[in-house]
């Protein structure tokens, strides 16, 4: 069964850069047909589609975010990341990363708080 | 952006009683190419991410018990659950899946009344 699990800083400060890992195991981030992305959800509100990386290379964002998201994938790892820059307390949120198949995520990770804040 | 709506935003049902629950979309969610509707329904329980229940409308996910079902088309569609059972009690979302980006729904907070 295919495992993700995020990983990364639980606090971050306003205007610097977070920065998650999801680590992909029992399945390959290069296997064809896949895309790996990141959805959050922000304390009592609903969830939000940030972005994806599928096996081709090709990336996603939400243009919600504007030029403040990198969806990067290291296929030697088995992992795919992501930086979200110019943080702000909006940005406080559970972040999962999850695998979809045309669009469609129906794998999930456990998800990780992060929390903005000096 | 397709916004989802969703109603009601929580409701109460009695064990074994038929809980449904409704959402709308701003523009058809008909896939031509497939002639499927992409939205799919999620429970969420407390701590956990989503579950995936439901796709193209109406199929249910493997291993989701059949008193999950789901119908609609054009812009309006309903998750039922005919036999509500302790362990539904959780927060479904409907998504699409038709273009990016992506968009959920507000959800629905299901409990025993």
């Known amino acids: 069964q295919l495992q993700l699990q995020e990983s990364g800083p639980g606090l971050v400060k306003p205007s610097e850069t977070l920065s998650l890992t999801c680590t992909v195991s029992?399945?390959?981030?290069?296997?064809?047909?896949?895309?790996w992305g990141w959805i959050r959800q922000p304390p009592g509100r609903r969830l939000e589609w940030i972005g994806s990386?599928?096996?081709?290379?090709?990336?996603y964002n939400n243009p919600s975010f504007k030029s403040r998201v990198t969806v990067s994938a290291d296929t030697s790892k088995n992992q795919f990341s992501l930086k979200l820059t110019s943080v702000t307390a909006a940005d406080t949120a559970v972040y999962y990363c999850?695998?979809?198949?045309?669009?469609?995520?129906?794998?999930w990770g456990q998800g990780t708080l992060v929390t903005v804040s000096s | 952006d397709i916004e989802m709506t969703q109603s009601p935003g929580s409701l109460a049902v009695s064990l074994g009683g038929r809980a449904t629950i409704n959402c709308k979309s701003r523009?058809?969610?008909?896939?031509?190419?497939?002639?499927?509707?992409?939205l799919a329904w999620f429970q969420q329980k407390p701590g956990q991410p989503p579950k995936l229940l439901i796709y193209?409308?109406?199929t249910r996910e493997s291993g989701v018990p059949d008193r999950f079902s789901g119908s609609g088309s054009g812009t309006d569609f309903t998750l039922t659950i005919s036999s509500l059972q302790a362990e539904d009690v959780a927060v479904y979302y409907c998504?699409?899946?038709?273009?990016?980006?992506?968009?959920f729904g507000g959800g629905t907070k299901v409990e025993i009344k």
């Open positions: 999850a695998r979809s198949a045309a669009s469609l995520y129906a794998h």
């Open positions: 029992r399945g390959s981030i290069s296997s064809s047909g896949y895309c």
């Open positions: 990386i599928c096996n081709s290379g090709s990336t």
């Open positions: 523009q058809s969610l008909l896939y031509s190419s497939s002639n499927k509707y992409n």
């Open positions: 193209s409308a109406s």
């Open positions: 998504q699409q899946y038709y273009t990016t980006p992506l968009t």
